[in-house]
C-alpha cells in the first residue's frame, strides 16, 4: 500500500495507513501481516551489496536517486521497526522515524545526539519524572545544563527571560512535555517554535522537542505547530495495551539521520517483537483513545462536583474564554485520558481513596486498556524535589488517573466508591 490512492494526490488517512503502508507482502508469502522478523543479521547478496549497505548506513557516501539503505544487522534496522518507523512518520506528517527501547531511551538518545559540553537546555516543567532526572542529574554530568520554567501560559517568555540572562547562543535545546505530566498544563507550541526559529536565526543550531505522549499521536500534530523532533513514549497509548515498553521519535530526515547514529552505537533501539507489537496496536489507536477520551470526560465530570475534590485538571474543563482554553482549542483536537485531580485531606486522604478502588488498579504509567490511578508525588515524580513540585500544583492530595476501556457504568461505580472514604 502507498501513502497516496492512485486515483489522485491526496494522502490517505493515518488510520488507514496504519493497515498496510509501509509493508510488501510479496516480500512474506503473501502474508497480510508482516510477520515478526526475529533476526539479529540479514544475509547479503553479495559481498559487493554488504559494502554499499554498509557505506550508506554509516553515511560514508550519498544514497544514490531511489537507493535505499539495504537490511544489515537489527541494532542498525530491521523491517518490523521500519514498517512502525514509516507509519509513525505518517501519522505525525513527519518525514521520518526512530523507534527506541523505551520512552526514555527516545529522550536520552535524541539528548545525546543533539548536544555537547557547554549547551543549555530550556524545559518546561513539570515534566516525567525520569526526563527530570535525566536534565537535573545525568545531563550536568557531561557538561550540559538544564534551565527549568513553569509550564503553561507564557512558558515561551519564561524561556526568552532565562536565554537572555544565561546567554541566547548556548541554548541548543528546547524541551516541553505538554500536556504536562501530572499537571496537565498547555505549552504554546506554536510559540515555542517561533523562539527556536529566532535562536537559529541568530546563529544557534537550536532545536524544540515535544513529548507528545500524553495527546498523541491521535489529538495533537507538534510538527505542524512547528516543533523539530515529536518524542513519545509509546510504552502508553501507542502500545496501549501496557504489555510493553517502547519509544518513539519523529521529525526531518536529516535530523532522525543524527539521532539514528547514536541509537545505533548506544543500542537503544528496541526488539523485532515489540516492533511486531507497536504495529498491531497502531491499528486501533485512534479508536482507543477516542473511546478512552469519552469514558474520561464523563469521570472528570463527576470529579469536578465531587465534595471530597478540590480541584480538577483535565483538558476537557478548562474554563471557557480561559487562556489554557484557547491554547487547548488552537492545538489539540481532544481531550485525552490523563486526569489529574487533588482531593481535600492531602496524602492520608489520597491513599485511602488509591487504595479503595476495584476496578482501576494502583499502578504507575498510563495510556493503557485498564485504567490505572498512582500517586506522583510519591511514585512516578518522586525524584523531583517537592518543592518544585508544589510549586507546579503537584501537591500531597493530588491523584493521577489514566482511564481505560472498561465500561463506563463500572468505572464511574468505582469511582464514586473509592472517595465515599
Ligand atoms: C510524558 C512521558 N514521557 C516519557 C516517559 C518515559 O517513558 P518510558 O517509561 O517508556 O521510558 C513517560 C513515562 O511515564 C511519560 O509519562
Same mark, same amino acid.
Given at each position: 500500500?502507498?501513502?497516496?490512492?492512485? %486515483?489522485?494526490?491526496?494522502? =490517505?488517512?493515518?488510520?488507514?495507513?496504519?493497515?498496510?503502508?509501509?509493508?510488501?507482502?510479496?516480500?512474506?508469502?503473501?502474508?497480510?501481516?508482516?510477520?515478526?522478523?526475529?533476526?539479529?543479521?540479514?544475509?547479503?547478496?553479495?559481498?559487493? +551489496?554488504?559494502?554499499?549497505?554498509?557505506?550508506? @548506513?554509516?553515511?560514508?557516501?550519498?544514497?544514490?536517486?531511489?537507493?535505499?539503505? !539495504?537490511? *544489515?544487522?537489527?541494532?542498525?534496522?530491521?523491517?518490523?521497526?521500519? *514498517?512502525?518507523?514509516?507509519?509513525?512518520?505518517?501519522?505525525?506528517?513527519?518525514?521520518?522515524?526512530?523507534?527506541?527501547?523505551?520512552?526514555?531511551?527516545? *529522550?536520552?538518545?535524541?539528548?545525546? @545526539?543533539?548536544?555537547?559540553?557547554?549547551?543549555?537546555?530550556?524545559?518546561?516543567?513539570?515534566?516525567? $519524572? !525520569? /526526563?527530570?532526572?535525566? =536534565? @537535573?542529574? &545525568?545531563?550536568?554530568?557531561?557538561?550540559?545544563?538544564?534551565?527549568?520554567?513553569?509550564?503553561?501560559?507564557?512558558?515561551?517568555?519564561?524561556?526568552?527571560?532565562?536565554?537572555?540572562?544565561?546567554?541566547?547562543?548556548?541554548?541548543?535545546?528546547?524541551?516541553?512535555?505538554?500536556?504536562?505530566?501530572?499537571?496537565?498544563?498547555?505549552?504554546?507550541?506554536?510559540?515555542?517554535?517561533? =523562539?527556536?526559529?529566532?535562536?537559529?536565526?541568530?546563529?544557534?543550531?537550536?532545536?524544540?522537542?515535544?513529548?507528545?505522549?500524553?495527546?498523541?499521536?491521535?489529538?495533537?500534530?507538534?510538527?505542524?505547530?512547528? #516543533?523539530?523532533?515529536?518524542?513519545?513514549?509509546?510504552?502508553?497509548?501507542?502500545? $496501549?495495551?501496557?504489555?510493553?515498553?517502547? $519509544?518513539?521519535?519523529?521529525?526531518?530526515?536529516?535530523?532522525?539521520?543524527?539521532?539514528?547514529?547514536?541509537?545505533?552505537?548506544?543500542?537503544?533501539?528496541?526488539?523485532?517483537?515489540?516492533?511486531?507489537?507497536?504495529?498491531? %496496536?497502531?491499528?486501533?489507536?485512534?479508536?482507543?483513545?477516542?473511546?478512552?477520551?469519552?469514558? #474520561?470526560?464523563?469521570?472528570?465530570?463527576?470529579?469536578?462536583?465531587?465534595?471530597?475534590?478540590?480541584?480538577?485538571?483535565?483538558?476537557?474543563?478548562?474554563?471557557?474564554? /480561559? @487562556?489554557?482554553?484557547?491554547? =487547548?482549542?488552537?492545538?489539540? /483536537?481532544?481531550?485525552?485520558?490523563? &486526569? /489529574?485531580?487533588?482531593?481535600?485531606?492531602?496524602? +492520608?486522604?489520597?491513599?485511602?481513596?488509591?487504595?479503595?478502588?476495584?476496578?482501576?488498579?494502583?499502578?504507575?504509567?498510563?495510556?493503557?486498556?485498564?485504567?490505572?490511578?498512582?500517586?506522583?508525588?510519591?511514585?512516578?515524580?518522586?525524584?523531583?524535589?517537592?518543592?518544585?513540585?508544589?510549586?507546579? !500544583?503537584?501537591?500531597?492530595?493530588? *491523584?493521577?488517573?489514566?482511564?481505560?476501556?472498561?465500561?463506563?457504568?463500572?468505572?464511574?461505580?468505582?469511582?464514586?466508591?473509592?472517595?465515599?472514604?
Amino acid at each position: 500500500m502507498k501513502r497516496r490512492h492512485s %486515483s489522485g494526490d491526496r494522502e =490517505f488517512n493515518p488510520e488507514t495507513l496504519a493497515l498496510g503502508y509501509a509493508y510488501d507482502p510479496t516480500l512474506s508469502q503473501g502474508s497480510v501481516k508482516p510477520p515478526v522478523f526475529l533476526t539479529s543479521t540479514f544475509q547479503f547478496e553479495t559481498a559487493e +551489496e554488504g559494502k554499499r549497505f554498509f557505506e550508506l @548506513a554509516y553515511g560514508l557516501r550519498e544514497a544514490e536517486e531511489g537507493e535505499e539503505t !539495504g537490511l *544489515i544487522y537489527s541494532r542498525l534496522n530491521n523491517p518490523n521497526l521500519q *514498517i512502525f518507523e514509516e507509519r509513525m512518520a505518517a501519522w505525525d506528517r513527519s518525514e521520518a522515524a526512530a523507534t527506541f527501547a523505551s520512552g526514555m531511551a527516545a *529522550i536520552s538518545t535524541s539528548m545525546l @545526539a543533539l548536544l555537547q559540553p557547554g549547551d543549555l537546555v530550556l524545559s518546561t516543567a513539570p515534566v516525567y $519524572g !525520569g /526526563s527530570h532526572y535525566l =536534565f @537535573a542529574n &545525568i545531563l550536568p554530568k557531561f557538561g550540559i545544563e538544564t534551565h527549568f520554567v513553569s509550564a503553561g501560559d507564557g512558558a515561551v517568555d519564561r524561556m526568552r527571560e532565562v536565554a537572555k540572562k544565561l546567554g541566547q547562543e548556548r541554548v541548543r535545546v528546547l524541551f516541553t512535555e505538554t500536556p504536562a505530566n501530572p499537571n496537565n498544563q498547555h505549552s504554546d507550541i506554536a510559540a515555542i517554535a517561533a =523562539f527556536a526559529d529566532e535562536l537559529r536565526t541568530a546563529g544557534s543550531d537550536a532545536h524544540f522537542l515535544v513529548d507528545n505522549t500524553l495527546l498523541g499521536p491521535v489529538f495533537q500534530r507538534p510538527a505542524d505547530l512547528g #516543533a523539530d523532533l515529536v518524542i513519545y513514549s509509546a510504552t502508553k497509548f501507542i502500545g $496501549g495495551h501496557s504489555d510493553l515498553i517502547a $519509544g518513539l521519535a519523529t521529525g526531518t530526515s536529516a535530523l532522525i539521520k543524527r539521532i539514528l547514529e547514536m541509537r545505533t552505537i548506544l543500542g537503544t533501539m528496541t526488539t523485532p517483537f515489540n516492533g511486531w507489537l507497536l504495529l498491531r %496496536s497502531l491499528e486501533t489507536v485512534s479508536v482507543r483513545m477516542r473511546r478512552q477520551a469519552k469514558n #474520561a470526560s464523563r469521570l472528570a465530570k463527576l470529579l469536578a462536583e465531587h465534595p471530597l475534590v478540590e480541584s480538577v485538571a483535565y483538558p476537557g474543563l478548562l474554563k471557557e474564554g /480561559s @487562556a489554557q482554553r484557547q491554547l =487547548f482549542e488552537r492545538q489539540c /483536537s481532544g481531550p485525552g485520558s490523563l &486526569i /489529574s485531580f487533588t482531593v481535600k485531606g492531602g496524602q +492520608e486522604v489520597a491513599y485511602r481513596v488509591l487504595e479503595r478502588f476495584e476496578v482501576f488498579r494502583l499502578a504507575v504509567s498510563l495510556g493503557g486498556t485498564e485504567s490505572l490511578v498512582e500517586h506522583p508525588m510519591t511514585m512516578t515524580h518522586a525524584d523531583v524535589p517537592k518543592a518544585d513540585l508544589e510549586a507546579r !500544583g503537584v501537591s500531597p492530595g493530588l *491523584i493521577r488517573m489514566s482511564v481505560g476501556l472498561e465500561h463506563l457504568s463500572d468505572l464511574l461505580r468505582d469511582l464514586k466508591h473509592a472517595l465515599a472514604t
